[in-house]
């Protein structure tokens, strides 16, 4: 939502990337700056198999630009677009190999993703899984700390981030949860007319049976 994402050439290398560039009428809003420039320095630290790898970031003619390393593959939202639901073997196991992920996002940098879902989640030609986008990543300093404003997605946000409360792992889980219950279930836990009908449903709700939602699953 901050900018456009092209796949380029990385001349040095002789290698593809992926480079985001911060969309020019964004530069002047010092809130849309400062979450760019976060992304940049997150994505710097993490260095995991299945997260996707920060490559270089830096300004050029009034431009900021990140490059990450370029996955060939197909998203999980495009997926189930196509294929409606996932095997549940592939799902599990794409499950776990995310979990290791965000586990070490946590204990090793503090980091919650804040927006799992299956279009931030990439498998390649090989059938390796990676976990995409840090655009709203949060680095956690404070177990009091709470967001000024609510980001995610609705259909996987967790209750409380949809409150605006503080937040810990245990969000990134619930949020995996909800994924993988889509991805099996082939329709989200919670659905309605609206985004905030589906933010009201995740908060107030009990987590639904899958065979309600989907008697053929």
């Known amino acids: 939502g901050m900018g456009n994402v092209y796949l380029a050439s990385q001349m040095s290398m002789q290698r593809l990337v992926a480079l985001k560039l911060l969309s020019s009428g964004l530069v002047d809003d010092p809130n849309i700056l400062s979450q760019f420039k976060s992304e940049v320095q997150l994505s710097g630290k993490l260095q995991h198999p ?3 790898t920060a490559i270089d970031a830096g300004e050029e003619n009034n431009t900021l630009f990140l490059a990450v390393n370029y996955i060939d593959g197909e ?28 586990k070490y996002a946590w204990e090793k940098h503090g980091l919650l993703h804040k927006d799992i879902k299956p279009g931030n989640i990439i498998r390649d030609r090989r059938g390796e899984v990676f976990l995409m986008d840090l655009g709203i990543a949060q680095k956690i300093t404070s177990k009091t700390e709470n967001d000024e404003f609510v980001l995610g997605s609705p259909f996987y946000m967790s209750p409380e981030q949809a409150k605006g409360e503080a937040l810990d792992w245990r ?31 995740q908060i107030t709700e009990p987590f639904p049976d899958p065979k309600k939602c989907n008697p053929n699953a």
């Open 171 to 201: 969000s990134d889980q619930y949020s995996l949860g909800a994924t993988l219950f889509h991805m099996i279930v082939g329709v989200p836990p919670f659905d309605a007319g609206s985004p905030n009908e589906i933010i009201l449903k």
């Open 50 to 52: 299945n997260i996707i």
């Open 75 to 102: 998203d999980y939202e495009k997926r189930m677009n196509r294929d409606f639901a996932i095997p549940e073997k592939e799902a599990l196991e794409l499950a776990l190999k995310i979990s290791d992920a965000l």
